[in-house]
């Protein structure tokens, strides 16, 4: 049996059968097809930096925590939508959500046989501290033959405490915030992609679309319609 070197390096041999050479080739598996095709489970730190949109613009978002998840099926084919069913969840112990400083605002109410008034009170405000909870991501990893690349998409969602009541509201006598609450949910969405960088470790990217929301845990549930959390982490598989 004669053997020779790839450019790559790979080694290449070749095996005689009724005189014709079978070329014999080993292939090292890609970092993405091997953890695909061992339903591998993930788990890593992450930082989030996100921005409100439209009323909330104004309101700045840092999280920090640590995700994990196991890919539950093999490579289920639908074209160009084929690829893995992953569950994950993570767990993000530092969460911080600024906010415009404490400040007058003006309130409206409704006034007794018609129309709206208007008073003016002082509104909460500053940096709110608190931990989160997501324990329930559907991410579906789409089918690819790059060697580095695995891109995603997924759904989530999860909850906020908060040791201040958020969004800002009204502040009441002694300077307690007002009707909002200290639980929010947070139902989200996003895609995003692994790179591997050597077999079983990969950097990770992804954008969010988060909304925060009470469910009117509070008197009030004005929330935070939408926000961008882009998020950037590291994973080991196994």
Known sequence: MASAQTPSGAAVGSRTAAGVAIPDVEVAESPVAEV????????????NYGNGLGDRSDYRFFWAGIQGGKALTPVLHAGIFSGQFEFGANIIPLLQAYTPAPHQQTFSYPVTGGGTGYYVAPEGGGTYYGVSLTPVIF?????????????????????????????????????????????????????????FTRAKRS?????????????????????????IQVQVGYTFWR
């Open 203 to 227: 950097i990770d990217v992804g954008v969010n679309g988060v909304h925060i929301s009470s469910a009117s845990l509070g008197d009030k549930n004005p929330g935070v319609n939408a926000s």
């Open 36 to 47: 695909r095709k061992a339903r591998s489970w993930e788990y890593g730190p992450f930082v």
């Open 139 to 195: 991410r579906w990893n789409f089918l690819t033959n790059s060697r580095h690349f695995q891109p995603w998409f997924q759904g989530a969602g999860g909850v906020i405490y908060t040791t201040h009541k958020y969004p800002p509201d009204q502040l009441v006598p002694h300077g307690t915030p007002g009707g909002t609450s200290v639980f929010n949910f947070t139902p989200q969405g996003g895609a995003g992609f692994h790179y």
